[in-house]
């Protein structure tokens, strides 16, 4: 099944202890996103990545790191959570990029404490 | 400053009836224009797009209608069924390469059967 995975679905943490969201989509697509999705705010973009090795800065990048070493994965790093980051975090793939639609994973809430 | 708008945050609609869901932009240089689908516990699903070389594109019951010159597109669903109960995003990207995906805030339609 086509799929873009991404793990944990749920994570609670504490201010400044680094974590990882991983994402995996099983469809060869080049392109890659994260998003955050807060209430009143709809879904920002925080990263996204053209091919392996190449990412570029969305609209609320602060705070997070990405890296595509693989064209599956693309995860997405929080070196020093803190409680504004507490969101609902979407990864997303597409075969031909924004203007041809993004296939969303299932949705990660983090809350950080 | 809020470059795709959707202004309302609710619609209810009785099952059969046309559901019009709206969608306004300020930025000129974006050019296409994505419709998505989200329900509770999942990641938006894309629905339909249009380019700005389009003013109408057709999908089933799902009809996205653009018009450039009052920067606003809409949805149009017909006839709306009791699952097509969601929050709807309107969002738009500049293409040609350029991958950032601006968002609305979404649009809660409930169908009533």
């Known amino acids: 099944e086509a799929q873009v995975t991404q793990n944990p679905r749920y994570l609670i943490t504490v201010t400044g202890k680094k974590l990882t969201v991983t994402c995996s989509q099983n469809?060869?697509?080049?392109?890659m996103s994260w998003y955050r999705q807060d209430p009143g705010l709809g879904l920002r973009q925080i990263y996204y990545s053209m091919n392996v090795e190449v990412t570029d800065k969305g609209d609320v990048p602060e705070g997070y790191k990405v890296s595509r070493k693989e064209k599956r994965n693309f995860p997405l790093i929080l070196e020093s959570p803190s409680p504004n980051q507490t969101s609902l975090y979407f990864c997303?793939?597409?075969?031909?990029?924004?203007?041809?639609?993004?296939?969303f994973g299932s949705g990660t809430r983090l809350t950080v404490v | 400053d809020q470059q795709v708008k959707q202004n309302s945050p609710s619609l209810s609609v009785q099952e059969g009836r046309i559901s019009i869901l709206n969608c306004d932009y300020t930025n000129s240089m974006f050019d296409y224009f994505l419709w998505y689908k989200k329900y509770p516990a999942e990641g938006p699903t894309f629905l339909i797009s249009?380019?700005?070389?389009?003013d109408k594109n057709e999908d089933g019951r799902f009809t996205v209608f653009l018009n450039k010159s009052a920067k606003h597109l809409s949805l149009h669903i017909v006839p709306s069924q009791p699952g097509d109960s969601a929050v709807y995003f309107c969002a738009a990207s500049r293409g040609g390469g350029y991958q950032k995906v601006t968002f609305g805030i979404g649009t809660k339609l409930q169908v009533i059967p």
């Open positions: 249009i380019s700005s070389i389009k």
């Open positions: 469809m060869n697509h080049e392109y």
């Open positions: 997303a793939s597409s075969l031909g990029g924004a203007s041809y639609g993004y296939t």
